[in-house]
């Protein structure tokens, strides 16, 4: 799944007002939205996962909607509502932290709570496949994870947020991810360097070990060429 991360920055003109300042100022660490979007097919058994790197903490909302290939049209329809997908999701320790069966077209949400590769997997319910005829679903999946996975409209309508307060909290929502990011990949970087460091020592050991069992075969060599000289009254 691709993903595109960018920084918008708004240039200050002289002679700025101040409210133009501001809302200047909360934009200027406004990041593109971070999105997963693709489709895939599938057949009646088969299950698709993806993995998906999420600090911890941190919402991740998934959207998506299926369709069946039309054979009289020759193309892809909204599939009927008897068909359902199934969504389980794991974290990096393998457990279970969702699992829900949904219909043709859906959204489920998730928190991490364990950073680190989080596993998505789909299928879709079997029983309905004759619906089709072994034929293949095509499944449209949008992820959007972190405060992009918030819809600022609704926000500012339930809170009744003017635009500049909205850009505000978004601002403050958008550090916090940073804060959240950098601290995954803090931890990314730690248990990197301990997997590195009980390499170091396995491989430390390992060449400890071979240079005793060298010292002892050569020992156990000039030994047993000792006693066989001293046999045949050599030496």
Known sequence: MAAEEGVRVVGIRPGTGPGKLMRA???????????NAL?????????????????????????????LYDKQREEYQPATPGLGMFVEVKDPEDK????????????????????????????????????????????????QVGEHANDYAEIAAKDKLSELQLRVRQLVEQVEQIQ??????????ERFRQTSESTNQRVLWWSILQTLILVAIGVWQMRHLKSFFEAKKLV
């Open 39 to 67: 489709y895939f097919h599938i057949g009646e058994t088969e299950k698709k996962c993806f993995i998906e790197e999420i600090p911890d903490e941190t919402m991740v909302i998934g959207n998506y909607r299926t369709q």
């Open 180 to 189: 959240k990011e950098q601290n995954y990949q803090r931890w990314r970087e």
């Open 96 to 143: 279970v932290i969702l699992a829900r069966q949904y219909g043709s077209e859906g959204r489920f949400t998730f928190t991490s709570h364990t950073p680190g590769e989080h596993q998505i997997c789909l299928h879709s319910n079997s029983t309905k496949f004759s619906l089709f005829a072994g034929g293949m679903l095509r499944v449209h999946l949008d992820i």
């Open 25 to 35: 100022l909360t934009l200027l660490l406004w990041f593109a939205t971070r999105g």
